[in-house]
């Protein structure tokens, strides 16, 4: 168990509704980090966070996409006016500091299937 | 060209076979290295990170050749359990995002 919950973890939309995805981490972790991996994929980069600052965005994050780590804990993923493209896993996942500073642990995921 | 790029497979393989994985990166700066292993519509879970000189955990055995820009990774007496997708992954600096090749499938039959 990594400690990294996401909820929901599937989520069925309708083309041009929004959506949000939320990732907990157990504990307060320094960075928090959102990927995507479509079928076939590897997991792509999308945002990560120290504490509550966004330090770098994807150019996959388009400006339908926003993130927050409000209180530097929790983080969500909106997606506003879906279409059948942002169909994929969401993952969310942290690092715990010290000597594993450097590995990241993902949460189960978001599954988002848009009709 | 793909920043991490691996022989997508799928290999199949016996029980108890030995199988290698490889894997190059593009990115000569690259400062960390990892191989995850991925589930059927699971996360994915960190195997091994990959250090310079070579390391081995139990039956995973994990070399890097920095000069080649090559990643490898030893799978020994293969269970069934070992089948799944194995990852590639590496980093440009500590803390910094992760960027994964496209995975190559393993599957072990009785």
């Known amino acids: 168990d990594t400690g990294v919950s996401q909820d929901p973890r599937h989520k069925i939309t309708k083309r041009g509704q929004n959506v949000t995805f939320r990732c907990d981490p157990i504990?307060?972790?320094?960075?928090l980090y959102w990927y995507r991996q479509t079928l076939g994929q590897g997991p792509e980069f999308l945002t990560y966070?120290?504490?509550?600052?966004?330090?770098?965005k994807s150019r996959l994050l388009s400006d339908r996409f926003s993130a927050e780590r409000p209180k530097g804990s929790f983080s969500t993923l909106e997606i506003q006016r879906t279409e059948q493209g942002d169909s994929a896993m969401y993952l969310c996942?942290?690092?715990?500091?010290?000597?594993?500073?450097?590995?990241?642990?993902f949460g189960p995921g978001t599954r988002l299937t848009v009709l | 060209r793909k920043e991490v790029e691996q022989d997508p497979g799928p290999f199949n393989v016996p029980e108890g076979a030995t199988v290698a994985f490889n894997c190059t990166y593009s990115n000569s700066a690259s400062q960390s290295f990892f191989w995850y292993r991925q589930d059927c519509r699971k996360e994915p879970k960190l195997l091994m990170s990959v250090y310079s000189s070579g390391n081995e955990d139990g039956r995973f055995t994990a070399q890097l050749n920095r000069a080649s820009q090559y990643i490898s990774l030893l799978i020994r007496d293969s269970k069934l359990s070992d089948s799944a997708t194995y990852l590639c992954?590496?980093?440009?600096?500590?803390?910094?995002?992760?960027?994964f090749g496209a995975g190559t499938i393993l599957r072990v039959k009785s």
């Open positions: 996942a942290v690092n715990y500091g010290g000597l594993s500073y450097n590995e990241q642990f």
């Open positions: 992954v590496v980093n440009l600096a500590y803390g910094n995002k992760l960027v």
């Open positions: 504990s307060e972790h320094n960075r």
């Open positions: 966070f120290q504490n509550e600052a966004q330090l770098e």
